[in-house]
């Protein structure tokens, strides 16, 4: 039945999220349905980040990221540091989401900056790439620019970038927006590019400048789920990884491409980015 689908790259849905606990089982079965090859779980917060790992461990096609958004930055450091502190599992295959967001504000910018360098230093110890979410308000770009300005200066920044990556992406611009000198940048720190329905918003129109220049091994798609819900998809309140198709469509076309040959390639992209330390059933 799926055979003729394209393979599908969640690269960030919620599925641990509170709007999914109603239907999760459901909302899982029509991922699969629609041939869902590889999804990333990430979390926000201590809770979300068990709650992920817990539902990645039942799903031998997905996997989990830990990490503390830059809302909730002002979390006591010893908090951080208990939960970094388990990346080193296998189902735990990125760090994040973490950034930068000076859109909502809603914790100092210092502790922002603070919070993601340490997420840097677990990220470049372990090999495992950031989740990064940043976000400035529409038409700025400071959350940007100074995301940029603070990945340079880590080891990230250094030339032939962290060594525990080994050429790897070390971090993936999650639900990328902004302008293309952004993304040049992140490019140019040898950073990898995932796609969501933000793209299809008038306000990030400057995405169809840029989507064509990320090189094709650094091109990731995702839902944000149960965020950014596309046009077209079926349920306009919530989001779901299956809709994930409308935005390989979109990159495809945008980019020229068939999607029967994209898509095996961000299959391929997800497995080189977010490498198992271990196999699994
Ligand atoms: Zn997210």
Redesign the pocket.
């Known amino acids: 039945m799926t055979s003729s689908l394209p393979p599908l790259v969640d690269a960030?849905g919620?599925l641990q999220a509170e709007r999914f606990t109603g239907d999760r089982t459901a909302v899982i079965e029509r991922a699969r349905a629609a041939n869902m090859a590889r999804l990333l779980i990430?979390s926000?917060d201590r809770e979300s980040a068990a709650a992920g790992r817990e539902i990645a461990a039942q799903l031998p096609w997905a996997d989990a990221a830990i990490g503390i958004?830059p809302h909730v930055a002002s979390i006591a450091p010893a908090e951080r540091d208990a939960l970094l502190s388990t990346a080193d599992d296998p189902l735990i295959v990125a760090i994040g989401?973490t950034g930068i967001d000076t859109d909502r504000n809603r914790s100092p910018l210092a502790d922002q900056i603070t919070n993601l360098e340490a997420h840097i230093a677990v990220a470049c110890a372990l090999g495992k790439p950031l989740i990064i979410?940043c976000r400035s308000v529409i038409g700025a770009d400071d959350a940007q620019r100074q995301l940029l300005a603070t990945l340079r200066a880590s080891e990230i920044g250094q030339p032939g970038g962290a060594k525990a990556f080994a050429g790897r992406p070390a971090f993936v611009l999650?639900?990328a927006s902004g302008p293309a000198s952004y993304v040049e940048g992140a490019l140019a720190l040898g950073g990898a590019v995932s796609i969501s329905g933000l793209a299809f918003r008038a306000s990030e129109a400057a995405t169809r400048d840029w989507v064509r220049i990320v090189p094709v091994d650094r091109l990731l798609t995702e839902t944000?789920a149960p965020?950014l819900v596309m046009p077209g998809a079926p349920d306009q309140e919530r989001n779901e990884p299956a809709n994930v198709a409308y935005t390989l469509r979109w990159v495809a076309e945008q980019r020229g491409e068939e999607i029967a040959e994209l898509a095996p390639r961000l299959v391929a992209n997800y497995d080189r980015i977010f490498p198992r330390s271990a196999p699994r059933g």
């Open positions: 960030h919620h990430p926000w958004h989401e979410h999650h639900s944000d965020w």
